[in-house]
């Protein structure tokens, strides 16, 4: 196998209590303990008392993310599944397998004691079950090895890292520490994410805090993301043209906001392949006007309305009134928190649209959402029409929360229009690591 010089340099130097590697994404971190340090370190100890215990996010990240790319290496019969029992045979050991984003995951590991463990993506885990390790690690040999990419500089991790009382190799990566990478893999990644706080952690590998605009590219120039969609292509417009025809699918989020907020709903478009996103059409109704209170009934009938405006104006065949059978309006995802308003918002659709699927939203991380949404953004991807004026401005007022200093936290205090970055996150959410193609760090 072959290894670059710093991932030479972490198996010469690993051998304290504590072996870091922080970093950039794809800069070989997690290639080198896959490869070598873990079966290393597990033949090492094998047969002295003590568990082996490899910690992730989840189980389904650390079968992702490291007994995968072992497997690949050294087959299925050295490197096994995770069983019921949460446990894999790496070469002949037992190897408890525990997700650390939650504490009641690691229940398992309280009162043992561990002769190695591997952490993945640790800066992700929760802090009482990394605390629960410290205490665990209590034979002469026990170590740990595990890789993190930067956070906020605040984070519980890098307090613990940067203790000079402590046993502890830290190695620091920047995605140029990886020699095999395609060169213009890492030209398009440092695009995508161009002047924003993951070029500063995922590229350079800095802990920095996440400050000011979230989509600065889109604010600084939101006329750069503007697209038409049409049924026939003129010629040079001076504006980026789709027909409708190139739009494989529309779905429609829809959030629902408070009395002080606001009910949101966006149109999203793919391209085949999700090559392109579409911001198609918005629309922000405040909660409470002059006019008229917004009830439910309203609400599934101004609903109602959006759609039937996106079919007439982006929807293949609608210009012969003949969609039903096969328009290209495929979904809704409503806001899960509200379950009455969904329900509701559910039974309308079906009756006027009865081939539109209509499901609650997933809500997954938002700052995963918003990482995804940047990506795009950065890779010429992504698009908005004149009919998203909300969304547009949502786009280029939202802002990082400046008092909230131990996490990132996008800023949510009724000055932005938070309302229509959900309801556009609902429609991609489910597609997001199709959408950026997410390769796991190597």
Not at 260 to 266: A, D, E, N, R, Y
């Amino acid at each position: 196998m072959q290894l670059s010089r710093k991932q030479n340099e972490y198996i010469v130097n690993a051998t304290h209590r504590w072996n870091f590697k922080s970093g950039a994404v794809r800069s070989g971190k997690s290639y080198v303990d896959t490869a070598f340090v873990i079966l290393f370190r597990i033949r090492e100890r094998a047969g002295k008392p003590g568990l082996n215990v490899i910690l992730g996010v989840s189980k389904e990240s650390i079968e992702r993310n490291v007994l995968q790319p072992m497997r690949e290496i050294y087959t299925d019969t050295l490197i096994g599944t995770i069983n019921s029992r949460n446990v894999a045979r790496i070469c002949g050991e037992d190897v408890y397998c525990l997700g650390a984003e939650k504490i009641s995951q690691v229940a398992k590991i309280q009162g043992s004691s561990i002769k190695y463990c591997y952490g993945d993506e640790v800066a992700k885990w929760n802090k009482e079950v990394f605390q629960i390790l410290k205490s665990r690690l209590d034979k002469p040999y026990s170590c740990f090895d595990g890789s993190c990419n930067p956070e906020h500089p605040t984070h519980w991790l890098r307090d613990f890292l940067e203790n000079p009382e402590l046993d502890i190799y830290l190695q620091q990566y920047t995605i140029f520490d990886n020699p095999f990478l395609p060169e213009e893999f890492v030209e398009q990644l440092c695009k995508e994410y161009a002047g924003t706080v993951y070029y500063d952690r995922l590229i350079l590998g800095l802990w920095k805090r996440a400050e000011g605009a979230i989509y600065k590219k889109f604010a600084d120039n939101p006329a750069a993301f503007k697209c038409e969609v049409v049924g026939r292509r003129s010629g040079d417009t001076g504006i980026k043209q789709f027909c409708k025809e190139d739009i494989a699918s529309i779905e429609i989020g829809i959030d629902f906001g408070g009395s002080q907020s606001g009910h949101s709903f966006v149109a999203r478009g793919y391209t085949d392949n999700y090559k392109e996103v579409i911001a198609l059409k918005s629309k922000r109704i405040v909660a409470k006007d002059e006019d008229e209170e917004i009830d439910s009934n309203r609400l599934d009938q101004l609903f109602c309305e959006f759609i039937q405006e996106v079919i007439d104006t982006y929807a293949v065949g609608a210009e012969n009134g003949n969609y039903t059978s096969y328009c290209n309006v495929e979904s809704v995802f409503w806001d899960n928190a509200e379950t009455v308003l969904g329900n509701s918002i559910r039974n309308s659709v079906e009756k006027h649209f009865p081939w539109v699927s209509v499901r609650p939203a997933k809500k997954k991380t938002i700052n995963d959402r918003i990482r995804c949404t940047i990506r795009l953004m950065g890779a010429g991807r992504f698009f908005i029409t004149d009919d998203c004026k909300s969304l547009e401005t949502a786009f280029t007022d939202a802002v990082w929360d400046k008092e909230v200093t131990d996490k990132d936290e996008r800023l949510d205090d009724g000055s932005t229009d938070i309302d229509s970055l959900d309801a556009f996150e609902y429609t991609i959410e489910r597609d997001m690591k199709y959408l950026i193609q997410e390769v796991e760090d190597v």
